[in-house]
């Protein structure tokens, strides 16, 4: 029986980075919401543009979750892809000589 090895799966982004990430999100969103609050005008401007920022910050989750799926199902693909080309040429016996 033949074993196949496998890569362990490692996670792709680093806790590092991820604290990053978050930290940034985070003073922009804040920088936004504080400008906002202090912008010299009427509260229905102030509050449609925070509707508006609102708006950005879901669909700045959502199209990175689909990045991030894409990404992943084109990982996956290959790895099954890797695994059939692996199967193949173990069957295959390129020492055997035929017709002995």
Do not use: N
Not at 64 to 87: F, H, N, P, T, Y
């Amino acid at each position: 029986m033949m074993h196949y090895m496998s890569t362990p799966l490692h996670p792709r982004t680093t806790t590092a980075f991820f604290m990053q990430a978050a930290i940034s999100f985070t003073v922009s969103l804040a920088a936004m919401l504080i400008g906002i609050g202090y912008l010299a005008d009427s509260p229905w401007v102030r509050a449609f543009l925070a509707l508006g920022l609102l708006y950005v910050v879901t669909s700045a989750f959502t199209l990175a979750k689909c990045v991030r799926d894409r990404q992943e199902e084109g990982a996956i693909v290959s790895r099954v892809d890797q695994a059939r080309l692996e199967k193949l040429l173990a069957e295959q016996d390129l020492l055997r000589v035929d017709g002995r």
